[in-house]
């Protein structure tokens, strides 16, 4: 909300300083100001379309189930036996340094509905590669 709430007003009040300072045309403070608060109120929009089509989703409730779907933990092993858990999160949420993936991301995509067991294929710059589900958890239900 800082956007909103902080930066917009401080803008809007340089802008309306600038503009009573006379020539516009060469006002800096004006320009830059305007030019900032039209990327100000254009994020603002975007993110409020984002709000609006927001779902909220239970991953808990696939508690206990083998087949992964958003919300998932998911640990596989690569051909060269590496082992590897991602969470498979939203798109504003994925934190590859926490080890969450977007879902749209390949890795994400090569999983979604795979289940415990299943060899699947991932896509990468290098070729296709093998990779197989070990493990799939879910959150437990109010937890």
Do not use: C
């Amino acid at each position: 909300m800082t956007l909103l709430d902080v930066e917009r007003p401080k803008i809007v009040e340089v802008v309306s300083w600038a503009a009573k300072n006379g020539d516009r045309s060469e006002n800096g403070d004006y320009l830059y100001g305007k030019k900032r608060l039209r990327e100000i109120d254009r994020r603002i929009r975007f993110l409020t379309q984002r709000l609006d089509i927001a779902e909220v989703a239970d991953p808990s409730a696939h508690h206990g189930k083998d087949q992964i779907f958003f919300g998932a933990t998911v640990t596989y092993t690569t051909a060269s036996g590496q082992e590897r858990t991602v969470t498979i999160k939203g798109i504003d949420e994925a934190d590859s340094l926490q080890g969450e993936v977007s879902w749209i991301s390949p890795i994400a995509r090569a999983l979604l509905k795979a289940r415990e067991g299943d060899e699947v294929s991932l896509v990468t710059p290098g070729g296709t590669e093998k990779i197989e589900v070990i493990e799939v958890r879910y959150p437990e239900p109010g937890g």
